[in-house]
């Protein structure tokens, strides 16, 4: 494990001493809902709000801790060479990068947070020397700027190949910080390179990583039984981020998901901009929560297509009152379907028809 763990920059608890204490909850999501508000494209995906708009990126974190979330996470998710380089702007790597790392550390010390650096897939990877050594680098060179940021500890996530994985842990390790790997499994429960979601943990455990898991692709219902069996095969942390869509034992991914009673999609699949019909709503998050804590999970949170209400909700499953939980639905005062009583009972009377 890394020495990072005991404090942060900011003289508070490090990651690994929150995670001994209990939950430690890490909001993502940023993609989509850039994506859903208008500052991001569907497709490429690429975090170029980080440049265009800073002052929404920075509102988006503090949404996020607003609702309960103990980690601000630099949005630098597909921030890398690779997608850089397919949509010609690779000039814009460095600031893209060193300024969402600036926007989270300067959130996170405000909030009282943890910052997080992070690196992910970069669909450049192959099983081969010349893709290895292509991928590697990039990693290194992100990792100079996470290195120089002050964040806390490292992400690496949403890896679908093992050996991906690994080259990225050695990177992110070089740095001394703690660090969190998660992959991804799509409709396989093998990873690109044939390990199970046990074994490939085992494997990134055994090479120093502090926190193994799963995140996106899967949703709460399809990752948790993978979740419990990681959370059997390692003795460090598990982390557990799916995304809050209705994925089923037959169309366990969201990518995989089909919506038969759409007739204008412009494709067979609802990912990612049809999704609307299977997002979980934010009690099945409260109850995704209250299981990864039975089964001893500390590190959770919520991927690909989460909003503020979801990170509520979890966060007071897990016991919290964040400041958003002011705001905690509390349908005793609604004028037809409460009990208040200062309500019109004619009201009262009519809910049976509304």
Known sequence: MADGGSTTTNATPGLLVRLDAGPVICAEGYLFEFERRGYLQAGAFVPEIVLERPDLVRVLHEE?????SDVVLAFTYYGHREKLRVIGKEDQLEPMNRDALSIAVEVARATGTLAAGDLCNTNAYAPDAEAERAVRAMFDEQMEWVAEAGV??????TFSYVGEALLALEAMRSSGLPTVVTLAYHQAERSRDGFTPEDACRRLADAGADVVGLNCTRGPKTMMPMIARIRD????????LPVPYRTTVAQPSFQSLRDPDCDCLPTERAFPTALDPFTCNRYEIAEFGRAAQALGVNYVGVCCGAAAHHIRSLAEALGRTPPASRFSPDMSKH????????????????????
């Open 335 to 354: 004028a037809f379907l409460g009990t208040d009583t200062l309500l019109h009972a004619h009201n009262q009377a009519y809910a049976g028809d509304l």
């Open 152 to 157: 806390d500890y490292v992400v690496g996530e």
């Open 64 to 68: 996020f801790v607003h609702a309960g």
């Open 233 to 240: 095969a390692v003795d460090c942390h598990v982390a557990a």
